[in-house]
């Protein structure tokens, strides 16, 4: 199982920026993509954003965004190994634990990173 690593949390006021990253322990050959998830208490984890990592030229560096990181968030990958999460413009409703996970990418339209591995979760907090 791969570990993974998640640093770059913290707290920050409204309207500013966190990079939150995340490293792999090793490659995995049967991982294709990483993501970044978040939960608040009581709440089902959402996706946040995710990107390909795999070799095929179809679905090289695509990447999903949900609709509330769209234009603010930007997710990068580093050597299939490290993904990234640039957050700008926060808002208070983004405060959650952010999760990093390495999956396997469903292929198709509408493609999405399906999560086999997780890291130990990052605090982000954004006060008004």
């Known amino acids: 199982q791969v570990q993974l690593v998640e640093s770059g949390g913290g707290s920050v006021q409204a309207g500013g920026s966190l990079r939150l990253s995340c490293a792999a322990s090793r490659y995995d050959v049967r991982r294709n993509c990483m993501g970044w998830f978040r939960q608040v208490p009581r709440k089902e984890r959402d996706r946040v954003a995710e990107?390909?990592?795999?070799?095929?030229?179809?679905?090289?560096?695509?990447t999903y965004y949900a609709d509330f990181a769209e234009g603010r968030f930007t997710i990068s990958q580093e050597g299939k190994i490290a993904v990234y999460l640039q957050m700008t413009s926060l808002k208070p409703e983004d405060t959650a634990v952010y999760y990093c996970?390495?999956?396997?990418?469903?292929?198709?339209?509408?493609?999405?990173?399906?999560?086999?591995?997780w890291g130990q979760g990052t605090q982000v907090t954004v006060s008004s």
């Open positions: 990107i390909y990592t795999g070799d095929s030229s179809t679905y090289f560096n695509d």
């Open positions: 996970a390495a999956g396997i990418w469903s292929g198709g339209s509408g493609s999405w990173c399906i999560p086999y591995d």
